[in-house]
C-alpha cells in the first residue's frame, strides 16, 4: 500500500466535475429522458387513512379523451406479485401481504388506489378525478402508543405488532436494581421524510418482441430493482435493465419498491409502450417513505462515584401500514437497540422494542436510520444524569469513553476501533470548552437565554451481509468494478455504486486516478446501469466509497500490474523496476519516462505481437468487495451546539454548531465536509421543523413544503468541521469509513442538549424531550405557556 503514501489526487479537495454541468443546465434526469411515444401515468390515491373500497367505478374515467388504460388494485393483482418484507432471522414477525395497488381496503391517505395511462399527464389527472370510488371509512391508528391495542389494522394478523423484541445483557436487572442513581426520561420522536430536490420518477418501456423491459428511474438501487421488477413481473432478469440518470438527491427515499412504479412498469408490460410517471411534490409528501416515529422511555443507571453503569430503553416504533419492501423496518430499532451508549464503557444494557402497524404513510430507512435516536437517547440521559448528581458532564463523558480496542459493548455489538480520544482531543484544540462556557455565562449575566451541548456520536458505515445476506433479501452488501485500459490510454471504470448528487463518482475516479498513475480527466465514470455494470448495492447506508471504492481501488491494481508487466516486456525490465505517473511508464527509482500509457495500449489493443507469442495482453480488470470479517465500520464524531432562545416568543437560533469527525482514510475531504455539512442540515432540520404531521383522522397535514419546514441557509449558522486523526484498521482495505450520515446522526442531540442547558439555567418548569423542538414546547418548558 505504498502507493498510497505519494501526493496525487488522492486526498486532494477535487470539486465535483459534473456540478459544472448540472448548474449549466446540462443535466438528464428520468423526466429529461426522451420518449416521444411515452404514455403518462396518473394515480388516484386515497383520500382516507383507512377506508374500505366498496366499488369503483371506471367507466366515465375510460371514456374521457386519450384515456388508454385504467387499471384497480384488482385488475393488476393477476398479474403483478404482491411482496412482503419478511427476513428468515426473524421468521415469527408479522408481515401482511402488499399489493402495487390497494385491493379492497385502503390503509394510508395516499396510498394508490388505481392508475390511469393516458396520452398527457394532464388528461390522465382528469381521469382519476372522474373515477368514482365508494368509501366505508375505517378507524384511523395513529398513535403509536396505543397502537399495539387498537384493532388490527391487518384482520387476519390479528394484531398491530409487526415484531416484539427483547434483549438484556447479563446481569442488567441487578445493575440497576444496584445503582446509586437511576434517571429515567421519555422521548418522542417526530416522523420526518428525506424530500429531494428531484422527486421519485420512472420510465418503464416493455419490448413483447424480445420479453424486455427498461427501466430509466431516479433510484439508488438499480440492481435491486432488477431483482425485483424481474420477479415480480415475471420476466427474465437478464432482460431487464435498469438505468439511472442523474439523480437529484435521495436519502433513503429512493432505495426500496415503491407499488407505484411497480404498476408503472406493470402497466407499460401490458400495454406494450412506454410508461412514465413523475410524482409531484404533493405525492411525494404522500407517498414517500417517512421515518422515525419512535416513543422511547430510557434510563441510566450510575454507580455512587458517577460511573455510568447501564442504559435501558424501551422502543415503539410506528411504521404504518406495511413493512417496507425488501428490506424491512428493523433498521431503527437495530440502531436504537445497538447503539445506544455506543461511545462509553458501561457494565449492562437492557432493551424492548415493538413495531407497530398504523394507518400513516410507510417507513422506511432515512438517512442515518435510527442512529440519531440513539445518540440523542444517551447523550440527553447522561447530561440529566449529570444534572442530577451535580456533575460535570464534559468530565463524565471524557471519563468513560471507550478506550481499548476491540471492545463488546452490552448492546451486543463489537467495535473494532473507535475514536473518541482523538475527537475530544481535537475539540479541545479547537474550540477550548471553558471559554465557551464562560461567554455562555456572560451572556446569562445580561440577561439571555443561551446553552451549550455536546454529542458523542457512532455512524455505522459500509455494512456487511449480517445486515440483509442473513435474513434472505436480495439487497448486496457488496459491489464491483470493471476498469478498461482503452487505446487512448484513458481508462472506463464500470461501477455498480450510484451517484445521487454526493460525488460518488469523483471519489471513485480519484481512487482509479491514483492506482494507475494518471490525471483524473483520463478516467471515465460509468455508473447506474445494470446492463454494463457489475451487480451490487448502489449507494447507501454511506458505503460508496468504502466498498464500491475499495473494489475500483482493487480493480485498478490489478490492471496496473498488467501494465507494468506488458510494460516490463517492451522495455526489458522487471514490473517491479517500474511505476505508472502522470500518464507514463516511468523507472520507479529516477522516475524517467520510458514509455507512454497511450503508446503501451495502442499496442496492445491494435499490435499485440510486440509484446512476443506467449502473452495475451488484458486490458480489463474486475474486482469485487464487500465487509467479510466485520458486519460495519464505524465513524466516530462530536458536535458541539450554542443556541439562544427568544423568550417572548419561544424561537430558537442557533448560534454556532461544529462537528468534530473521524472517518479513516480521506479520499476528497471537500466531499467529506459538504456530506457533513449536509448531513448536519438535515439533522438540525429535523430537530427544529421537518413534522409529518397527520390530524386524528390520520389524514396528512403536510402534504407541501409550505407546511414541511425544512432549514434555508438563514437558519442555521456556518458549519465548522474539525477532522481528528484516525487510528488504524486492522484489516486489509483501504480504510475507508463512510461519512454519509455522520452529520444526520449527532446534530439533533448536540441541539437537544443545548436547549436544555439554556433551560436548565432559567430555573425552567422542565427539559424538552420531544422532536420538533417547536416554540410551543419551549415557551411550555419556560413556564410560559
Not at 130 to 157: C, G, Y
Amino acid at each position: 500500500m505504498g502507493e498510497l503514501g505519494r501526493p496525487g489526487v488522492l486526498g486532494g479537495r477535487v470539486p465535483v466535475p459534473r456540478t459544472k454541468r448540472l448548474l449549466a443546465g446540462r443535466g438528464r434526469y428520468t423526466s429529461d429522458i426522451a420518449a416521444p411515444t411515452a404514455l403518462a401515468a396518473a394515480f388516484l390515491r386515497s383520500p382516507h387513512a383507512h377506508a374500505r373500497i366498496v366499488s369503483i367505478d371506471t367507466e366515465t374515467a375510460k371514456a374521457l379523451p386519450g384515456v388508454v388504460a385504467l387499471m384497480t388494485g384488482r385488475d393488476l393483482a393477476d398479474t403483478v406479485a404482491g411482496f412482503a418484507a419478511t427476513t428468515a432471522v426473524h421468521p415469527e414477525m408479522k408481515v401482511p401481504l402488499q399489493r402495487a395497488l390497494a385491493v379492497d381496503v385502503a390503509r394510508w391517505h395516499g396510498e394508490p388506489v388505481a392508475v390511469v395511462v393516458a396520452d398527457t399527464r394532464a388528461r390522465a389527472e382528469d381521469a382519476v378525478a372522474a373515477i368514482a370510488v365508494a368509501w366505508e371509512p375505517l378507524p384511523a391508528v395513529t398513535d403509536p402508543a396505543t397502537a399495539a391495542d387498537a384493532p388490527p389494522i391487518h384482520p387476519d394478523l390479528g394484531t398491530n405488532v409487526a415484531l416484539h423484541l427483547e434483549q438484556a445483557s447479563d446481569g442488567a436487572a441487578a445493575v440497576f436494581e444496584c445503582a446509586d442513581r437511576v434517571v429515567e426520561r421519555t422521548f418522542s420522536f417526530n416522523r420526518q421524510t428525506g424530500v429531494p430536490m428531484e422527486p421519485r420518477a420512472i420510465l418503464a418501456d416493455f419490448d413483447p418482441n424480445e420479453g424486455r423491459l427498461q427501466v430509466v428511474m431516479s433510484h439508488q438501487c438499480p440492481h435491486q430493482m432488477q431483482v425485483e421488477f424481474a420477479r415480480l413481473l415475471g420476466l427474465a432478469q437478464h432482460r431487464v435493465r435498469i438505468t439511472t440518470p442523474d439523480v437529484g438527491g435521495a436519502f433513503g427515499v429512493k432505495q426500496q419498491l415503491y407499488g407505484d412504479e411497480l404498476a408503472v412498469a406493470a402497466a407499460s408490460v401490458a400495454l406494450e409502450r412506454p410508461v412514465r410517471f413523475v410524482a409531484d411534490r404533493a405525492e411525494a409528501m404522500l407517498s414517500d417513505i417517512q421515518a422515525r416515529e419512535h416513543v422511547v422511555g430510557a434510563r441510566i443507571a450510575l454507580d455512587e462515584d458517577g460511573a455510568i453503569t447501564g442504559f435501558a430503553v424501551d422502543d415503539v416504533y410506528a411504521i404504518g401500514p406495511y413493512l417496507q419492501y425488501p428490506r424491512s423496518n428493523l433498521g431503527e430499532c437495530r440502531a436504537l437497540m445497538t447503539l445506544t451508549g455506543a461511545p462509553y464503557g458501561f457494565d449492562a444494557f437492557a432493551a424492548t422494542a415493538d413495531i407497530v402497524f398504523q394507518t400513516k404513510a410507510m417507513a422506511g430507512h432515512y438517512r442515518g436510520v435510527g442512529h440519531p435516536l440513539a445518540c440523542t437517547v444517551t447523550e440527553a440521559l447522561i447530561d440529566e444524569a449529570a444534572r442530577a448528581s451535580g456533575r460535570d458532564r464534559i468530565e463524565m463523558r471524557k471519563a468513560q469513553i471507550v478506550r481499548s480496542f476491540p471492545h463488546r459493548s452490552p448492546t451486543g455489538v463489537v467495535f473494532e476501533r473507535l475514536a473518541f480520544a482523538e475527537c475530544f482531543e481535537a475539540l479541545g484544540a479547537k474550540v477550548g470548552l471553558p471559554a465557551i462556557a464562560a461567554e455562555v455565562e456572560d451572556a446569562r449575566h445580561a440577561g439571555r437565554i443561551l446553552g451549550w451541548g455536546i454529542a458523542a456520536f457512532v455512524e455505522q458505515t459500509a455494512r456487511g451481509p449480517g445486515f440483509y445476506g442473513q435474513g434472505g433479501q436480495a439487497v448486496s452488501s457488496r459491489d464491483g468494478a470493471v476498469v478498461r485500459l482503452e487505446p487512448s490510454g484513458t481508462i472506463r471504470c464500470l461501477s455498480s455504486v450510484t451517484e445521487q448528487g454526493q460525488g460518488t463518482e469523483t471519489g471513485v475516479r480519484q481512487l482509479v486516478a491514483r492506482a494507475l498513475g494518471l490525471p483524473m480527466d483520463d478516467v471515465e465514470m460509468i455508473t447506474g446501469d445494470t446492463a454494463t455494470t457489475p451487480h451490487g448495492g448502489g449507494t447507501w447506508g454511506s458505503r460508496a466509497m468504502a466498498i464500491g471504492g475499495q473494489a475500483a481501488w482493487d480493480a485498478a491494481m490489478i490492471l496496473r500490474a498488467e501494465i507494468l508487466r506488458l510494460a516490463g516486456l517492451l522495455t526489458q525490465r522487471p514490473p517491479e523496476a517500474l511505476d505508472l505517473r502522470n500518464g507514463n511508464v516511468v523507472d520507479s527509482e529516477t522516475g524517467s519516462a520510458l514509455i507512454m500509457l497511450a503508446d503501451l495500449a495502442a499496442m496492445a489493443h491494435f499490435q499485440h505481437y510486440q509484446f512476443g507469442t506467449d502473452h495475451q495482453p488484458q486490458l480489463s480488470a474486475s474486482a469485487e468487495y464487500g465487509p467479510l470479517n466485520q458486519p460495519f465500520r464505524a465513524g466516530t464524531g462530536i458536535q458541539l451546539s450554542v443556541v439562544e432562545i427568544d423568550p417572548g416568543t419561544g424561537q430558537l437560533v442557533l448560534l454556532r454548531h461544529l462537528v468534530v469527525h473521524e472517518a479513516g482514510r480521506v479520499v476528497n475531504p471537500l466531499l467529506v465536509d459538504e456530506q457533513i455539512r449536509g448531513g448536519v442540515a438535515q439533522g438540525l432540520g429535523a430537530a427544529l421543523f421537518e413534522h409529518c404531521a397527520y390530524d386524528e383522522d390520520g389524514r396528512a397535514q403536510a402534504t407541501s413544503l409550505s407546511r414541511y419546514i425544512v432549514p434555508m441557509a438563514i437558519d442555521l449558522p456556518d458549519i465548522e468541521l474539525v477532522h481528528a486523526a484516525s487510528p488504524a484498521f486492522t484489516d486489509d482495505g483501504l480504510g475507508i469509513v463512510g461519512v454519509g450520515e455522520a452529520g444526520t446522526v449527532g446534530a439533533g442531540a448536540a441541539l437537544l442538549n443545548a436547549v436544555n442547558d439554556a433551560l436548565a439555567a432559567t430555573g425552567g418548569r422542565e427539559s424538552v424531550f420531544a422532536f420538533p423542538l417547536t416554540p410551543q414546547r419551549i415557551l411550555a418548558a419556560l413556564g410560559v405557556l
